[in-house]
RNA sequence: GCGCCCGUAGCUCAAUGGAUAGAGCAGUAGCCUUCUAAGCUAUUGGUUGCAGGUUCAAUUCCUGCCGGGCGCACCA
């Protein structure tokens, strides 16, 4: 409806100024927006007000003018008001309000779905932890916002991937190594010194117990050197295996798990680099290898291979993404811990020191995530090897609320989760209301149902006369909260937002809960059972939908 | 010291540059012969950190302070 009424305006705009009504009016930006109080329109514009100072004349004289080029355009609008300093107002007809729940109806699960993205590829690196240990918390908030952006991405028309860069290369992995193999060989009752930088959690003893199990003392004899590639190799893939089973459960399907060793297997790291030389902005010095970055906005220069003839990490990044634009998607999207906020600036100049425009990679950051329990912190300690893990919390509290809590919150703002909030089955735990709405209308369905009526078969028969009898005020709120839901699916997906989703559903679920209370769906009163049957169903809809863009289930009982 | 993010109700947080800044929680007072009380109603609560600037209009954009988080390696 906005693309109808943002056209309408355009029109009225350039017919006024074909008319010398106005001066100006080229290309003029039109900005609609939904009113926060009722009297104020379904819509509002404020163009008059924009306009106003080149034009030099008053705001209202100009919405004068512009609303006497609007009436009768549309069948769908009932009135349009100038109101204050210069505000358009359209009221919408009834009838417009109608064919939005048919149309609702008829279109299901396509509901709230936008072309904005069709035809153009979008792949989103998410999670993309080392697997050198579990995946904790804060990973999980990194799955859920991942997917649910790639999900939301999906309803908006792209087509979107979802890909996991495995670190699995350098020091780490040695150190991951040797961790193992010296908790293997202190498990045949030797006394061993972990070194500080050692992997220190209990699952490394876990895997030094398998691999006990199964080869037994095998390694214990020769040298360190020669069992740890196989040491790490194993608790590489074990790890690894754990990340992918948690994310699994957790619901999110990756399209591609990359690993770094490739980009070095396949040459691409010098590829990239001797582009990089060829576009000269690669030099030498102190003996190191350097990217000129700050041609491109960084701070500082960065190396890619040090004095050591060792390549850094920037150098499989810079290769990472070449490779990823190489692979055709239109638009990239990295999704990083706060921690990595000080990377964004050289990752993005060495794209465009490749030749890629960087408003073509969007590098959305999330905060960290403070486990509560009962308002109190829950003591988390890296060092010790003693941290949350995401599998723990998805056991505690399950999926759907896991999800969901951290989808709340905007991602660049820190998150409190507690964790007995997030198990409550009551009004003060967000998830429970909204999946309880969806419960609820399933629940009046069934009901309707046992009574003889054949839900599906009217709502397919229903027509816009049948629905006149909504008349009260709160259904008709009702449908227009329905009636935003694609324009907020659009505009979360332009700016890659997922949690405001989260708020329209509690908003939903609210007005559904409260309408529940109000008013009896299933009455004596045909008619308006047969109406009221309709406008549940497209309320069961859209919770359904927008639940669905978060990962998150739409239970038919609870 | 430099850079990025954040400062909004007691708490946790919303608000494409627009009309009187909104929710939830906590607090107080109520509501079950009903299609699910895992629910609903009423009510309290604000100098949007401070000071300037841009604009017809600023929580939103710009500058400077104050406070919090994070990052500033030839580390991963």
Redesign the pocket.
Known sequence: MKAVLTRLLQEAVAEAREQGKLKIGKNVPI???V???DG??DF???VA??L??EEGRP?REIASTLVSMLQGRSPLIQKIEI?????I?FFLSKDYWYQTLLDICEKKEQYGRSAIGTGKRVQIEFVSA?P?GPLHVAHGRAAALGDALARLLQAAGYQVDREYYI?D?????TLLGRSTYLRYRELFGEKVTLPDESYRGSYIIEIAEEIKKSAGDRYLTGAEEAHLPFFIRTSYQTILGWIARDLEQFGVQFDRWFPEEDLYREKEVDAALAFLKAEGVLYE????LWVATTRYGD??D??V????R?M???ASDVAYHRNKFERGYDRLIDIWG????????RVKAAVAAMGYSPDRLDIL?H??V?LLRE?KPVAMSKRSGEFVTLREVMDEVGVDATRFFFL???S?????FDLELAKK??????V??VQ?AH??L???I???TERGWRVEEEIQKATAADLAVLDLPEEQALVKQLSLYPDLVQ?AAE?L?P??LT?YL??L??ML???????????EDLPRTRARLVLMAAVQIVLKNALAILGVGA????
């Open positions: 900005i609609l927006e009113p926060k109080r104020q329109g509002a514009t404020t007000l924009s106003a100072k705001p109101a204050g300093p210069g505000y107002n080392n050198t670190n290369v350098g020091n780490q992995m010095q102190d003996g190191a701070d500082k960065r190396v291979m040090r004095s050591n060792q850094t990490y920037f706060a921690d990595h906020h000080g990377y964004i600036a950051i905060q960290l403070n308002g709340m919150r905007r660049d703002t820190s998150l409190d089955a009551s009004t003060e735990n967000p429970y209301y309880y419960a609820r399933c629940s009046i069934r009901v309707a505009s700016g937002e949690h405001r708020f509690q908003e679920a609210a809960h409260r309408y529940y209370f109000d008013h009896r769906v299933v009455t239970p038919e009982r609870m």
